[in-house]
């Protein structure tokens, strides 16, 4: 799992909380993702940030808000606008040059088990 | 549409057997290829990566890939199964023309049998 670590590894929600997952990396990547892992679905992309200060929505952003106001730091809130939380949640990260192509790998943290009761 | 297909759900193979994991993709110009393995309730461990070059590619574990740009195919392979190599295992392609974003596969579970 690299410099990346996930907290918590497991996560209880009620119904109409918000709560954060938090994403931190030491490996001095400027581009960090959140996606969500679903049985049989793969990886879907929530959002994504290129660089500091800026963010943007990935296939499934509804629901779920961002910020990166650290390099190191990219935490996900998944609000009680999202229906249908329960899932796992996957950070990653990536060197990357913003606004351009690049080959650069993925990594991944540990995740973390989001569950609604 | 781009997309990433892996056609199987799950492969079964016995130790010491060859292995192959199918992975399929439509994308527009030349992609970028990856392969990630996943071990129950962890992230996502990187494999091998095709960008260019030798349409084989060797990576960890033993591991290697055959990208075929006639075919759109890019799978998975192993000569010789190990046990320990059961996990689920995803394909990914980032289109040339997309700055960051990755388009993974749905999985494939690979059972190693002793």
């Known amino acids: 799992d690299g410099g990346i670590t996930q907290s918590p590894k497991y996560l209880f929600r009620k119904e109409g909380q918000n709560v954060t997952l938090s994403c931190e990396q030491n490996l001095n990547h400027d581009a960090m993702y959140w996606y969500r892992q679903d049985p049989g679905q793969g990886l879907r992309l929530i959002y994504y940030s290129q660089i500091v200060n800026d963010f943007q929505k990935g296939d499934i952003a509804e629901g779920y808000s961002v910020s990166r106001e650290k390099k190191e730091s990219f935490p996900l809130t998944v609000t009680s606008a999202q229906k249908n939380p329960t899932a796992f949640y996957l950070c990653?990260?990536?060197?990357?040059?913003?606004?351009?192509?690049?080959?650069?790998?993925?990594?991944f943290g540990p995740g973390t088990r989001l569950t609604v009761l | 549409a781009q997309s990433v297909a892996q056609p199987e759900d799950q492969v079964n193979v016995a130790e010491g057997n060859p292995l192959t994991v199918k992975c399929t993709y439509s994308v527009s110009g030349n992609p970028y290829l990856f392969w990630y393995v996943q071990y129950p309730n962890r992230g996502l461990q990187f494999l091998l990566k095709y960008i260019t070059g030798d349409n084989l590619v060797k990576g960890s574990y033993g591991f290697e890939a055959e990208f075929n740009k006639s075919q759109t195919s890019f799978h998975l392979k192993k000569p010789s199964a190990l046990v320990s190599d059961s996990a689920l295992y995803f394909c990914a392609v980032r289109p040339y023309s997309s700055a960051s974003k990755i388009i993974f596969g749905s999985g494939t579970r690979l059972s190693i049998r002793p």
């Open positions: 990653a990260s990536s060197i990357e040059v913003a606004g351009r192509s690049s080959t650069d790998t993925q990594y």
